[in-house]
């Protein structure tokens, strides 16, 4: 019963460094979330997928990429890390629309200086 | 912008009922509500959802107004490890909204002895 995975919990980049945050789910579940939370704020979605090999922009995606080449994992990359993307990242999933709800990851904490 | 409009913060007695109210007047007929909560940066977990009729589990109930243009989560006897962030949500269900939450500000609810 794992539910949602997140792996680092914690890392620290230089300016222009790239890294990969994998988010997997043991649930079956076709839709997964990645969102990014700063200090003080709510939570403001990046991509999303609902299914594999699809993807999507959300709210704030600038800087990041995505893929889901598996049905179980969601990687989120940056390319290039940058200080504003200093940010606690979490990973969502769900069955899809309906009466279901959604299953949260415990973050990775991400530092970029 | 997030469709849902709760009070910023709120203080409740320990051994208390807390009634944590949320506005969501523009919400439509088929859209639910979802309540999750946030303790330090911890992942947001679930508590509850409700499209029309009222709901209760283990952790809380939650009222939905007749015209559904409001709502109420009720934890019945707060403890101290109910401090936490709670946040209303109304997920859309447009067709290519792909049951995206968006996140306000929510709830900060401080639990005293």
Same mark, same amino acid.
């Given at each position: 019963?794992?539910?949602?995975?997140?792996?680092?919990?914690?890392?620290?980049?230089?300016? @222009?460094?790239?890294?990969?945050?994998?988010?997997?789910?043991?649930? &079956?579940?076709?839709?997964?979330?990645?969102?990014?939370?700063?200090?003080?704020?709510?939570?403001? #979605?990046?991509?999303?997928?609902?299914?594999?090999?699809?993807?999507?922009?959300?709210?704030?995606?600038?800087?990041?990429?995505?893929?889901? #080449?598996?049905?179980? &994992?969601?990687?989120? @990359? #940056?390319?290039?890390?940058?200080?504003?993307?200093?940010?606690?990242?979490?990973?969502?999933?769900?069955?899809?629309?309906?009466?279901? @709800?959604?299953?949260?990851?415990?973050?990775?904490? #991400?530092?970029?200086? | 912008? $997030?469709?849902?409009?709760? =009070? =910023?913060?709120?203080?409740? !007695?320990?051994?208390?009922?807390?009634?944590?109210?949320?506005?969501?007047?523009?919400?439509?007929?088929?859209?639910?509500?979802?309540?999750?909560?946030?303790?330090?940066?911890?992942?947001?977990?679930?508590?509850?959802?409700?499209?029309?009729?009222?709901?209760?589990?283990?952790? $809380?109930?939650?009222?939905?107004?007749?015209?559904?243009?409001?709502?109420?989560?009720?934890?019945?006897? !707060?403890?101290?490890?109910?401090?936490?962030?709670?946040?209303?949500?109304?997920?859309?269900?447009?067709?290519?909204?792909?049951?995206?939450?968006?996140?306000? $500000?929510?709830?900060?609810?401080?639990?005293? =002895?």
């Amino acid at each position: 019963n794992a539910g949602v995975t997140q792996t680092p919990k914690f890392r620290v980049l230089k300016t @222009g460094q790239s890294m990969t945050l994998l988010c997997a789910q043991d649930m &079956n579940h076709e839709y997964m979330y990645w969102y990014r939370q700063d200090p003080g704020m709510g939570l403001r #979605l990046i991509h999303y997928s609902v299914g594999e090999g699809t993807t999507a922009k959300g709210e704030v995606p600038d800087g990041y990429n995505v893929s889901r #080449l598996k049905k179980q &994992n969601f990687l989120l @990359g #940056l390319e290039s890390a940058a200080p504003s993307q200093t940010s606690v990242y979490f990973c969502a999933s769900s069955y899809g629309l309906g009466n279901y @709800g959604y299953t949260f990851g415990s973050g990775t904490r #991400l530092t970029v200086v | 912008d $997030a469709k849902t409009t709760q =009070p =910023p913060s709120m203080d409740c !007695a320990e051994g208390r009922a807390a009634n944590l109210p949320c506005n969501h007047s523009t919400i439509s007929g088929n859209e639910y509500v979802y309540w999750y909560r946030q303790i330090h940066s911890q992942g947001p977990q679930y508590i509850i959802h409700g499209l029309k009729n009222n709901e209760t589990n283990e952790m $809380a109930s939650l009222i939905i107004t007749e015209d559904r243009k409001s709502s109420t989560l009720i934890l019945p006897h !707060a403890t101290l490890r109910d401090t936490a962030v709670y946040y209303c949500i109304v997920r859309v269900e447009e067709t290519d909204s792909w049951g995206k939450l968006q996140f306000g $500000a929510g709830t900060q609810v401080v639990v005293t =002895p």
